[in-house]
């Protein structure tokens, strides 16, 4: 994509061969046009990479003031409530708010936003960490020029930019922070063999949630060895499989190991009625990628007949509504994710001239609850 600037009706008439005025009927559907002419508009429109100018189709009632929020799912607790504060804030500013969910497909996330861009959507809002590989990269730089030729913009939310170059506005939370106060509860409570489940190689979020983890280790005296992640990736499922793996093993991780679920072990036998003759484990606690995480977490640590946090403690991060509801409530980080959506939506529009190219960093905090003390005795 070239940075060139917007296409214009003129160049589209005469890749054509007809008039502007005949373009504009084509274009608009409201007037009779033969076939022939509006295959050769269209596909004139199409090789140019042209959009049609949404403030000038506003000014003769055919526009609307619209923000697309694009998702991995809605089943998430953490994107529905993201979504629910785009949704807040562009409804308080008479914007119609489009939801799209890719399921991670970078195929349908392509699709998505150029139907916004063809539909003069203002803003294009994209949600939650990513791999960012090179053809993330190339993607997010293609988008958000192609946008803001065609006078909308780019929000990354809850990810950072790529390449600060791009003409894109960053609104995401301190992952880093967060993580490495959790896990500094953990180390206060009297822990010192914590694994993080729920890492996730290459994902911005979870990568700055483990950077957090070992950050706060380190703070606290604790070698390299003394972390263990656990790359299981996030939800409820991967949470419990991966807790079941790491209950079910016997021996040692390994200094500083990162394992995949199937080879991840323990120091000891696990402790508890599964195993009546294993004395304490070494690992005492559990900090989990998110709350989903937590909660398979949770329910593997329960079938295998243990106790939270009387055996094992557990923390998780984002503060969904139903944290304070698991067994036992659950200690977490609460991260501002419908503040989230409404800053997407409030900054780009406050200060459009500026909003490109900027970066607002929000803030996290630790909500205390049921899950964590100190290590057992012996542990």
């Known amino acids: 994509m070239t940075s060139k600037g917007r296409v214009t009706i003129r160049e589209v008439a005469e890749r054509a061969g007809v008039s502007m005025a005949t373009v504009s009927r084509v274009l608009s559907g409201n007037h009779p046009v033969p076939a022939s002419t509006r295959a050769r ?203 079941t793996e790491l209950l079910k093993a016997g021996g040692d991780l390994g200094p500083g190991d990162t394992a995949t679920p199937d080879t991840a072990t323990l120091d000891t036998a696990t402790p508890g009625t599964a195993t009546p003759d294993a004395g304490p484990a070494r690992f005492t606690a559990v900090f989990a990628g998110d709350d989903m995480v937590a909660a398979g977490a949770l329910r593997a640590i329960a079938d295998a007949g243990l106790r939270v946090p009387q055996d094992i403690s557990v923390v998780g991060y984002n503060d969904i509504p139903l944290a304070e509801d698991f067994n036992p409530p659950l200690t977490t980080v609460r991260t501002p994710a419908e503040e989230l959506g409404r800053a997407a939506v409030r900054i780009a529009l406050r200060d459009p001239e500026h909003a490109a190219g900027a970066h607002h960093l929000l803030g996290t905090h630790i909500v205390v609850r049921d899950s964590v003390q100190p290590p057992p005795p012996g542990a």
Not at 177 to 187: E, F, N, S
Not at 201 to 214: E, I, M, S
């Open 41 to 243: 508009v269209l596909r004139a429109a199409r090789d140019l990479d042209y959009v049609a100018n949404a403030h000038a189709r506003a000014l003769v009632g055919g526009g609307r003031k619209m923000v697309a929020v694009v998702l991995r799912q809605v089943t998430s607790p953490f994107y529905a409530q993201v979504a629910e504060g785009v949704e807040a804030e562009a409804a308080a500013r008479g914007w119609l708010c489009l939801v799209g969910t890719t399921g991670g497909d970078p195929g349908r996330e392509l699709e998505f936003v150029q139907l916004m861009r063809e539909e003069g959507a203002g803003l294009v809002i994209l949600v939650g960490g990513v791999v960012e590989d090179d053809a993330y990269r190339e993607r997010v730089a293609h988008y958000a020029q192609a946008l803001a030729s065609s006078g909308a913009r780019l929000v990354l939310c809850g990810r950072p930019a790529p390449d600060p170059d791009i003409p894109a506005l960053v609104v995401e939370f301190d992952n880093e922070a967060g993580a490495r106060a959790i896990t500094g509860h953990l180390l206060s409570a009297g822990h010192r063999r914590i694994v993080f489940l729920g890492g996730l190689p290459g994902n911005t979020a979870l990568d700055a949630r483990v950077v957090g983890y070992r950050a706060a280790l380190a703070e606290h005296g604790l070698g390299p060895e003394a972390a263990h992640v656990v790359d299981c990736g996030l939800g409820r499922a991967a949470g419990h499989r991966a807790m």
